[in-house]
């Protein structure tokens, strides 16, 4: 994974492992959905065909720019573009299993392993409040502020699809269930709770909705076609009742008949995924993920079939399930309890079957005239070339009804420069039709003009922590960063602020790290720059 840092003499990168930190006050709740690519800096050759919307006038923050965007779509050109090295961009991603994983870690008195730490995906475990368009599309919101001494802001963007209507119509859900019943999954929190999630769903999921289940251990065994839920809701539940354990972990064998099931019962106009659940510690068959992924490529192609990874256990192969789901275009989230469970299972996946656009792709150009060095925090595996943003052979991320996908940079402006910083064009591909479109939004250096942790910033403040604290917990160096004792008293206010039980375990979890790492690591004074900080 590279680090990303573009300035005056060109972008650079050095070690950085990915995840951003989003949150508000109210409407929290943990979701995502997307994919993409990984690139390192030599493939990321620059090109004509990489130009984003130019940055509209300093408004403030949130501009939109519909018309612009569109027109891009159409094929006419902006008249104007920034340099290369002053663009970013990346396939959209919500997943989340990183956080979940990391907060089970540090329960159990371990500090995560840095390389199972992703930011993008603490920040996209928090839904802030942003507007919804009133489309299938995207809205597009900039906002940010002052952090750290020596002109550096955050500035965050944040996407946010129109949310699913519950009771009103959406497409049918084909949904192949691949659980694994191996020994490992013995354990307590692991195939129970995976048993207890299926059994929620099947009362959450319409009569239209079908299900298939697969389970694997050394071998595959469809347990139940893809079957209409209607009439089969009392047969789901058997066969979900009798699921024991067995011996050892092939999840390919898993991988492949699950979608053997979905491509056999494939639907038309249906929302066709497969969800694995498992701790993906592969011990059998091929243990590593390449050897899978050509498969569900090529069913993702040509059946448009997703993947939902669902990660159980204290052990967990973190990496092999995000490198299955990137390439199946899905997503990953972590679940360890009860409550997780059902947030996951009735609260967000029959809400989301429904997509709202794929291969979705960001862009965000900075202005070179008030910008002098940017980096975008995470995101490091959906890097996509620049001059690859409107091609639509490209992979992106697929995202769903009512999610919200934020990604955060440290900016530092010239001093005494004024007028427009970033504009940040998102361009996905209708799920149905496949016909491309674009909005935009920018943001200018008033709506940098406050310091961040000032009053009346909670929703960009709860973004910051987030983002900070698994930054924190990679040894890495952002610009501005609190210590954790800090991060973790401004999470408590926010959620005494709030009553938000989800920062609260936010907080507990910055102060469980406080406490691994001791009194001497990490804790920088407020405000400050880690002692030889390349950035500063």
């Known amino acids: 994974m590279a680090r990303q840092d573009k300035g005056t003499a060109g972008h650079r990168r050095a070690r950085f492992s990915a995840t951003v930190a989003a949150l508000l006050a109210a409407g929290l709740a943990v979701g995502g959905c997307g994919a993409g690519g990984e690139r390192t800096s030599a493939d990321r050759a620059k090109g004509e065909g990489g130009h984003a919307t130019p940055a509209a006038p300093d408004g403030g923050a949130g501009t939109v720019n519909p018309e612009g965007a569109e027109g891009a779509a159409e094929g006419r050109r902006p008249s104007s573009a920034p340099a290369p090295d002053y663009l ?35 920040v996209n475990s928090f839904r802030p409040d942003y507007p919804r368009p009133e489309d299938n599309g995207f809205s597009v919101t900039l906002d940010g502020a002052r952090a750290g001494q020596d002109g550096w802001s955050l500035v965050r963007v944040g996407l946010a699809t129109r949310a699913a209507d519950r009771s009103g119509e959406r497409p049918p859900a084909a949904l192949t269930f691949v659980v694994d019943v191996s020994g490992s999954m013995a354990e307590p929190g692991r195939l129970d709770l995976v048993k207890e999630s299926l059994g929620l769903l099947a009362d959450e999921l319409r009569d239209d909705d079908s299900i298939g289940l697969v389970t694997f251990s050394d071998q595959a065994e469809t347990r139940l076609p893809l079957t209409r839920v209607g009439d089969a809701r009392g047969r789901i539940r058997e066969v979900v009742d009798s699921l024991a354990t067995s011996s050892s972990t092939n999840v390919e064998a898993g991988v492949r008949t699950g979608y053997d099931v979905a491509v056999e019962g494939h639907r038309e106009g249906a929302t066709n995924r497969v969800v694995l659940l498992s701790d993906a510690l592969a ?13 569900i490529g090529a069913e993702r192609k040509r059946y448009g079939i997703t993947l939902f990874g669902v990660g159980v256990g204290s052990d967990y192969g973190d990496a092999f399930m995000e490198q299955l789901a990137d390439r199946g275009d899905g997503q990953t989230t972590y679940v360890s ?29 900075f202005d070179r005239r008030t910008v002098e060095r940017f980096r975008l925090i995470g995101y490091e595996n959906r890097e996509v070339a620049d001059e690859d943003f409107r ?22 402006t010239r001093a005494g420069a004024t007028g427009p910083v970033a504009t ?14 674009e909005r935009s939004g920018s943001v200018g250096t008033a709506a940098l003009a406050g310091d961040l942790w000032a009053g009346g910033h909670d929703s960009l403040q709860l973004t910051a922590i987030t983002a900070y604290f698994a ?66």
């Open 88 to 122: 970013s961009t990346f396939a959209l991603d919500v997943d989340t299993a990183s956080y979940g994983y990391a907060r089970r870690t540090l329960a159990e008195g371990r500090l995560p392993d840095p390389a199972t730490v992703r930011p993008e995906e603490f």
């Open 337 to 365: 309890d009860s409550a997780q469970a059902r947030k996951v299972f009735v609260d967000q996946l029959p809400a989301h079957v429904e997509l709202r656009a794929r291969d979705a792709k960001a862009q965000v150009s």
């Open 471 to 536: 930054d924190a917990l990679r040894g890495g160096d952002l610009p501005g960063a609190p210590g954790l004792r800090a991060l973790a008293e401004r999470a408590e206010a926010i959620a005494g602020r709030s009553g938000s039980a989800v920062v609260r375990e936010l907080a507990a979890a910055v102060r469980q790290a406080d406490g691994l790492r001791g009194p001497t690591e990490g804790a920088t004074r407020e405000g400050e720059l880690k002692s030889g900080d390349p950035y500063s």
């Open 391 to 412: 091609n639509d052979r490209v992979d992106g991320g697929e995202v769903g009804a009512g999610h919200t996908v934020t990604a955060l940079y440290a900016v530092r």
């Open 424 to 437: 940040a064009t998102v361009r996905w591909l209708d799920p149905a039709t496949r016909a491309p479109h």
């Open 283 to 295: 011990n059998t068959g091929a243990t590593e993920a390449g050897a899978i992924l050509e498969r």
